[in-house]
């Protein structure tokens, strides 16, 4: 799209054109990169977010892994790496959030 504006700008500098119907072809071609641009960022920062997420999840699952057999009573090391946080929206409503992304209410 960036090569297409230049183009399109080169032509203008060196042919004699129409300067309403150039300002139009060249409004187009610009809103067309800057969506492409958004669209691009949006990709980009989605797949940050799941390469994040995704070592996060491996980080929960090697600290998984360390145990032998279940959970069987409170430890606070446990909690603080496998628990991310923990919200409470009632008195009978509390939901706790793994750093895995798993919620489960207690």
Do not use: H
Not at 56 to 84: H, I, M, Q
């Amino acid at each position: 799209m960036a090569e297409m504006i230049q183009q399109c700008v080169n032509e203008n500098a060196r042919i004699a054109l129409d300067q309403t119907e150039y300002q139009k072809k060249y409004d187009g071609l610009a809103d067309r990169f800057d969506r492409i641009k958004e669209r691009l960022e949006a990709v980009g920062s989605a797949i940050t977010d799941r390469v994040a997420k995704r070592e996060k999840t491996e980080r929960f699952l090697a600290e998984l892994e360390k145990r032998d057999g279940p959970l069987t009573e409170f430890n606070e090391e446990d909690w603080y790496s496998l628990v991310e946080y923990a919200t409470v929206y009632s008195r009978e409503d509390i939901r706790f959030t793994f750093k895995n992304g798993m919620e489960i209410k207690a």
